[in-house]
């Protein structure tokens, strides 16, 4: 298998959809998605998110992921050159019926979300036993 170089992808802004009463920018959090027979698993990068901070919103099927970044200055600074740009972050998915939407367990630490979504009954994969008769 050759090997990969690894590349930094640069933050990608979230187009506006609507007017927004806070001021700042909005990115969409680089997120993997993994699955197993029982679950879904994404995971959204988020620095600078705290747990307290992050909202997760379900709908008709629609999952909004916000998370919200307060400013990076500290007491009595003043910004002189800024080439790192903080912002919000949000990203929207539509979950099928293959989610268990009442299962879905959530945490985050150092700027990671980690979304656990079960499947349903009918949807994990199971093996019939055949009986010899």
Do not use: W
């Amino acid at each position: 298998m050759a090997e990969q170089e690894l590349q930094a992808k640069a933050k990608e802004e979230a187009p506006a959809h609507g007017e927004r009463v806070r001021p700042g920018r909005v990115f969409v959090p680089a997120v993997d998605i993994f699955e197993t027979p029982e679950t879904l698993v994404l995971v959204a990068d988020m620095p600078g998110v705290t747990g307290d901070k992050v909202t997760l919103d379900l709908k008709d099927n629609h999952l909004t992921i916000y998370g919200e970044v307060g400013p990076p200055l500290g007491a009595g600074e003043t910004m002189v050159d800024q080439e790192y740009y903080t912002g919000d972050y949000q990203r929207d998915f539509h979950l099928g019926s293959l989610i268990d939407q009442s299962k879905i367990e959530a945490t985050m630490k150092d700027g990671v979300l980690r979304l656990v979504m079960h499947k349903v009954e009918k949807a994990k994969p199971r093996k019939i036993e055949v009986k010899v008769a």
